[in-house]
């Protein structure tokens, strides 16, 4: 009996050592909050030719921590970044296709050599 | 669910690069606005702030049924299913407000592509809190417990998926110019 309390002891520990105290993630939830409020900041302020690369690395910071942190993937086995990551950048190729075949497939008159125009 | 989210990854990536590919098209023979002419960002960076913290409470929810704090892993799991319903909400009201101004679906190619994109991530997050509320009754019901924290784990990930797309969707169509 004392064996089987003393696993599910360990194995709760385990779960503790998976990721960040509940004050840790309340830290990493107010991080968030404030780059949103700068992400925001950058519709009311002018930011000239730095608001879209700004708000860009924003996104990705914001997207890496929410990954890194809440979903554990820092703490996690790397198979599953990989499964992650994979799907990430499938998306972007779909996106790099797509971009392709509508933006620089067009004829001088403009019109989507796809339609047959 | 990694493998999952990996291929929802391809779903939202299609959306996001169709939106953005026709996001100021109107069609030949189609006119009226554009979403973008339309939107609210005040409104929308609370909505946004909700759903961010609707990930802090589903991750507290978690290490609440690790440490088997039942009651309060069933009050995170209700605090995050509230603000995700505040947040649909939000998207109803959105919605409600651009078809006041003339934005229907088919108005325009731009504006069925912007539906298309806001409104399947709505449909994952009220998948979303359909999962918190039975997660929710489970645990009521004592059917799930410490030695199952990972039932509730797994659905935390699709919930934080869902933060992440809003991430990309909230800087890539609201706020970039």
Known sequence: MDTVAASEEEAHEEHHDHGLSDVGYIKIALILGVLTAVEVATYFWDFGILEVPSLLILMVVKFQIVCSYFMHLKFDSKVFSYLFVTGLILAMAVFAAMGTSMVFWQNPSGCDLSAFC | ?177
């Open chain 2, 1 to 177: 669910m990694w493998a999952f989210l990996g291929s929802d990854c391809l779903l939202f990536g299609s959306l996001i690069s169709t939106y953005l590919l026709l996001r100021n098209r109107v069609g030949p023979a189609t006119s009226g606005p554009t979403a973008a002419d339309l939107f609210d960002i005040p409104f929308t960076s609370v909505s946004s702030f909700v759903l961010l913290m609707s990930s802090l409470t589903m991750v507290l929810a978690v290490t609440s049924i690790q440490r088997a704090e039942m009651e309060r892993c069933k009050l995170w799991l209700l605090t995050t299913a509230a603000l995700g319903a505040i947040f649909i909400a939000g998207q109803v009201y959105e919605f409600t407000s651009f078809y006041r101004e003339g934005l229907g679906f088919t108005t325009n190619i731009s504006s069925s592509a912007f539906y298309t994109l806001t409104g399947f991530h709505g449909v994952h997050v009220s998948l979303g809190i359909v999962m918190l509320v039975t997660m929710w009754a489970l645990v009521s019901g004592g059917q799930l417990g410490p030695e199952r924290a990972e039932t509730i784990e797994i659905i935390g990930l699709y919930w934080h998926f869902v933060d992440i797309v809003w991430i990309v969707i909230f800087a890539v169509v609201y706020l970039i110019p």
